[in-house]
């Protein structure tokens, strides 16, 4: 039976599909997803993450690790407070020695969000020198704040080696006139991060399954008429009534505007048919990261001949480069194994194979065959979190987007997601 538009109703929104259905929150849309990770796994993870960091401190002969990106303090002390805001304006920080205490700096008036985390030894309250807070007095305050990290390290620091993950030039310049010398924090931190616990993967389990009822909600408004933002704000809601955090992208088109890709959602009204495409980039409950893609038609009818090829070449992308990853395989190795993207798709490539996750986009990062030329080496480990990326599109198509969540075992790749893929 053909609809009015000339699109075959079969699959249309009158059948719906119960696998994807039975990701919705069973509680509806009265109560959040309630968390069952018991506090002990939290705390395991919590220390786990820590010990992590001191552990690549002492292996590169760092006296102490200094942060100011939300992200690696939430790694380091499960410490959260206004992530988004502080990511623009770095105005609190956490400072770690390989042997002695760790001290938060919160921000002044909130250093009681802090309570009962167990890896802080001591809170401290923030010494900001934000040209918006301190005007024509940045200068001294900078400098009270560089005397006060340098009696803390002095005292308890092991050399002068300080590793930073994000700092401006100026308080830079007043840690190394105190004799100083910077590492880059930012590296040790993610190479610290990419190798998770089981506990942390359990965590990042929840993170998911609440981004596939935010998913399932998205597909449920996925009907003509409906907004681009619309449909992306049913991730938005089930992710903060749920206790997540933020959305990293607003990465959501439909139809025409799905190519080219990384054009954000907007008051686009989706038509029957069109292809709408998605990457979640959710940062969810307990920090961690749901980086998870997937394609469908607007009002769930059957794809047309173009967007059916399109689909299936991204499935074949996305389930050989899964078959293909093992422990101890090097980034050349799966770059030689991996799926080749046909020419005509080329020009519209994702540039990334696949990616670390962990509480976001993290190293390592493997380049699409044809630009691996200008990748870093490394090799898979096992226990990292990868992503397995495919955007398929051509001239004038819409493009597909896919991508799924594995953790490195022993035997492989094993998926973290189940959302299902579209039947084609």
């Known amino acids: 039976m053909l609809l009015s538009d000339g699109i075959s109703d079969q699959g249309s929104s009158v059948f719906k599909d119960e696998r994807k259905q039975a990701y919705l929150n069973p509680a509806g849309a009265d109560r959040p997803l309630i968390s069952p990770i018991p506090l002990q796994t939290l705390d395991t993870a919590r220390r786990y993450r820590l010990n992590r960091l001191r552990s690549k401190m002492r292996e590169w002969d760092c006296s102490a690790l200094l942060l100011y990106d939300p992200v690696n303090i939430r790694y380091a002390f499960d410490s959260s407070n206004m992530s988004i805001w502080t990511m623009h304006n770095p105005s609190r920080y956490a400072l770690i020695l390989a042997d002695g205490p760790a001290i938060m700096f919160e921000f002044e008036g909130a250093e009681h969000v802090n309570d009962g985390l167990p890896g802080i030894d001591e809170i401290r309250t923030s010494k900001s020198f934000l040209f918006f807070t301190s005007g024509n007095l940045v200068e001294q305050r900078m400098q009270d704040w560089a005397d006060e ?136 409950p307990y920090g961690y990261c749901a980086d998870l893609s997937r394609s469908w038609t607007c009002g769930h009818v059957a794809m047309n001949d173009r967007q059916r090829e399109l689909y299936s070449a991204a499935r074949d992308q996305i389930e050989h480069n899964l078959s293909i990853i093992r422990p101890g395989m090097t980034f050349v190795e799966f770059n030689e194994r991996s799926w080749r993207i046909p020419e005509k798709y080329q020009p519209y490539r994702y540039t990334l194979a696949v990616h670390g996750t962990g509480m976001a986009d993290e190293w390592p990062g493997i380049l699409l065959h044809p630009d691996f030329d200008q990748n870093f080496g490394g090799f898979i480990e096992e226990n990292m979190v990868l992503n397995v990326e495919s955007l398929i599109a051509e001239a004038g198509s819409e493009s597909i987007k896919l991508e799924t969540q594995v953790l490195v075992t022993s035997r492989g790749a094993e998926r973290l997601d189940s959302f299902p893929w579209e039947n084609i």
């Open 149 to 284: 990290i340098a009696d803390i390290l002095t005292s308890h620091g092991r050399n002068k080696r300080l590793a930073v993950d994000r700092l401006e030039p100026a308080p830079a310049s007043e840690l190394r006139k105190r004799g100083f010398q910077l590492l880059d924090g930012q590296e040790l931190a993610e190479r610290a991060r990419s190798i998770k616990s089981p506990e942390e993967i359990e965590l990042m389990r929840w993170t998911i399954r609440v981004c596939e009822a935010g998913m399932a909600r998205m597909y449920e408004m996925s009907e003509p008429g409906r907004t681009e933002r619309e449909i992306w704000a049913e991730l938005h809601f089930e992710n903060a009534r749920s206790g997540g955090e933020w959305l990293e992208t607003k990465l959501l088109t439909a139809g025409p505007r799905t190519n080219p890709w990384y054009q954000e959602c907007s008051d686009y009204v989706t038509k029957r048919g069109e292809m709408i495409s998605f990457d979640t980039d959710m940062i969810g």
